[in-house]
Protein backbone atom coordinates (compact mmCIF):
# COMPACT_ATOMS: atom_id res chain seq x y z
CA UNK A 1 0.00 0.00 0.00
CA UNK A 2 1.28 3.75 -0.79
CA UNK A 3 0.28 6.62 1.39
CA UNK A 4 0.17 9.45 -0.78
CA UNK A 5 -1.59 12.51 1.18
CA UNK A 6 -3.43 10.50 3.65
CA UNK A 7 -5.05 8.38 0.90
CA UNK A 8 -4.09 4.52 0.39
CA UNK A 9 -3.14 3.29 -3.41
CA UNK A 10 -2.78 -0.17 -3.93
CA UNK A 11 -0.67 0.60 -7.49
CA UNK A 12 2.51 2.48 -7.17
CA UNK A 13 1.26 4.46 -10.59
CA UNK A 14 -2.10 5.71 -9.21
CA UNK A 15 -0.09 7.07 -6.45
CA UNK A 16 2.51 8.98 -8.13
CA UNK A 17 -0.20 10.12 -10.56
CA UNK A 18 -1.81 11.88 -7.67
CA UNK A 19 1.37 13.16 -7.02
CA UNK A 20 2.22 14.85 -10.14
CA UNK A 21 -1.43 15.38 -10.80
CA UNK A 22 -1.95 18.16 -7.91
CA UNK A 23 -2.16 21.69 -9.63
CA UNK A 24 1.28 23.21 -9.86
CA UNK A 25 3.67 20.11 -8.32
CA UNK A 26 5.16 19.00 -12.26
CA UNK A 27 5.79 22.74 -12.77
CA UNK A 28 7.69 22.90 -9.48
CA UNK A 29 9.60 19.83 -10.16
CA UNK A 30 10.67 20.82 -13.65
CA UNK A 31 11.45 24.17 -12.79
CA UNK A 32 13.61 23.28 -9.82
CA UNK A 33 16.15 20.74 -12.00
CA UNK A 34 19.31 20.47 -10.90
CA UNK A 35 19.44 23.84 -9.14
CA UNK A 36 18.88 25.12 -5.22
CA UNK A 37 15.97 27.77 -5.20
CA UNK A 38 14.77 30.02 -2.24
CA UNK A 39 10.89 30.11 -1.71
CA UNK A 40 11.07 33.63 -3.73
CA UNK A 41 13.03 32.47 -6.58
CA UNK A 42 10.44 30.04 -6.97
CA UNK A 43 7.33 32.03 -6.65
CA UNK A 44 8.73 34.51 -9.06
CA UNK A 45 9.67 31.65 -11.49
CA UNK A 46 6.56 30.18 -11.53
CA UNK A 47 4.07 32.49 -12.57
CA UNK A 48 0.55 32.28 -11.52
CA UNK A 49 1.27 30.27 -8.25
CA UNK A 50 -0.43 32.01 -5.29
CA UNK A 51 2.26 31.76 -2.23
CA UNK A 52 -0.23 30.06 0.08
CA UNK A 53 -0.67 27.26 -2.74
CA UNK A 54 3.33 27.10 -3.63
CA UNK A 55 3.27 26.44 0.45
CA UNK A 56 0.96 23.60 -0.04
CA UNK A 57 2.38 21.75 -2.57
CA UNK A 58 6.31 22.12 -1.63
CA UNK A 59 4.98 20.70 2.02
CA UNK A 60 3.21 17.69 -0.08
CA UNK A 61 6.63 17.30 -1.80
CA UNK A 62 8.83 17.52 1.47
CA UNK A 63 6.74 14.86 2.94
CA UNK A 64 6.67 12.35 -0.30
CA UNK A 65 10.99 13.03 0.05
CA UNK A 66 10.82 14.36 -3.29
CA UNK A 67 11.91 18.26 -2.22
CA UNK A 68 14.48 19.19 0.37
CA UNK A 69 14.67 22.27 2.39
CA UNK A 70 17.54 23.17 3.90
CA UNK A 71 17.81 25.82 6.41
CA UNK A 72 20.89 27.70 7.30
CA UNK A 73 21.02 30.41 9.99
CA UNK A 74 23.27 33.23 9.04
CA UNK A 75 23.53 36.01 11.47
CA UNK A 76 20.33 36.50 13.23
CA UNK A 77 17.97 35.08 9.94
CA UNK A 78 17.21 31.53 8.46
CA UNK A 79 18.29 30.93 4.75
CA UNK A 80 16.04 28.69 3.53
CA UNK A 81 16.43 26.53 0.08
CA UNK A 82 14.81 24.11 -1.58
CA UNK A 83 15.84 21.45 -4.05
CA UNK A 84 15.31 18.19 -5.41
CA UNK A 85 15.98 14.86 -3.86
CA UNK A 86 17.79 12.12 -4.87
CA UNK A 87 14.52 10.72 -5.29
CA UNK A 88 13.28 13.70 -6.92
CA UNK A 89 16.07 13.79 -9.55
CA UNK A 90 15.06 10.79 -10.74
CA UNK A 91 11.62 12.08 -11.72
CA UNK A 92 13.22 14.68 -14.57
CA UNK A 93 13.50 12.03 -17.32
CA UNK A 94 9.98 10.12 -16.45
CA UNK A 95 8.83 13.71 -16.56
CA UNK A 96 10.70 14.18 -19.60
CA UNK A 97 9.60 10.94 -21.31
CA UNK A 98 5.90 11.92 -20.36
CA UNK A 99 6.46 15.63 -21.99
CA UNK A 100 7.75 13.98 -25.30
CA UNK A 101 5.09 11.55 -25.28
CA UNK A 102 2.19 14.60 -25.11
CA UNK A 103 4.08 16.38 -27.73
CA UNK A 104 3.58 13.43 -30.15
CA UNK A 105 0.51 12.04 -29.10
CA UNK A 106 -1.83 14.94 -27.76
CA UNK A 107 -3.63 18.06 -29.48
CA UNK A 108 -2.65 21.31 -27.85
CA UNK A 109 -5.31 23.12 -29.88
CA UNK A 110 -6.84 25.83 -27.50
CA UNK A 111 -10.84 26.98 -28.73
CA UNK A 112 -11.17 30.38 -27.27
Keep these: MYNVDEIMYECPVEALSNILGKKWVAVIIWTMQDQKMRFGE ?3 AIEGCS ?9 LLMDNQIIVNEKKVLNNSVESTYYLSESGLTLLP ?3 KMIEWSNDNLSCDRYY
Design 51 to 59: KKMLTQQLE
Design 42 to 44: LQR
Design 94 to 96: IMG
